[in-house]
């Protein structure tokens, strides 16, 4: 089944209701008609057409849901993501940022602690020049393009990367990327 049938089939609005309650958990005709607010006429002139598109099977008198075809769609439209390289010979590595970091932005962040290090210290070697001192307000600003639309606020990784010793501190607020620790990568 092709995306132009389904959405043909469910175009119409009698159908798209009857279909919906049908997946809401309506098993007969009655329990759909009711659901769905149709009468009775609609919801089995929706039914007779869902049934013969293949959205909706009948066995025993048992209506249920065919959404198969839809995963099936929605793996074939889906345009495929290329896989992003972050420059790292370590497929591992490779394989734990794309999970972590795409487009340049932190997705999430990884609750292992090994894990956490390593994604921190790639933002921190993208974001933050050697022997370079940045004021909080700067540090902010770099961080929020990096957790733009992440569950991790930009706050909270500047305070892992000071306790993970990625980023030194000082008391007037200035900050350093710290190049005396073991490198996680």
């Known amino acids: 089944m092709k995306s132009d049938e389904i959405v043909g089939l469910l175009a119409e609005p009698a159908r798209l209701r009857v279909f919906s309650a049908v997946v809401l958990g309506a098993s007969s005709a009655a329990q759909a008609a009711a659901s769905a607010g149709t009468s009775a006429k609609e919801t089995n002139a929706a039914l007779r057409r869902l049934r013969r598109g293949g959205l909706i099977a009948e066995t025993d008198g048992v209506l249920r849901p065919r959404t198969d075809h839809l995963r099936e769609i929605v793996r ?14 370590d497929q591992r590595v490779e394989s734990l940022l794309r999970t972590f970091v795409r487009d340049g932005r932190l997705v999430s962040m990884p609750s292992h602690f090994r894990r956490r290090r390593v994604v921190l210290q790639h933002l921190v070697e993208r974001t933050f020049e050697v022997g370079r001192t940045y004021d909080e307000r700067t540090v902010n600003e770099k961080l929020k393009v990096w957790c733009e639309g992440a569950e991790t606020d930009h706050v909270t990784v500047r ?7 990625l980023l030194g501190r000082r008391d007037g607020g200035d900050y350093w990327r710290r190049t005396d620790v073991q490198p996680a990568l």
């Open 76 to 89: 074939e439209t889906r345009p495929a993501r290329p896989e992003e390289s972050h420059g790292y010979a």
């Open 159 to 165: 305070r892992y990367l000071i306790d993970l010793c």
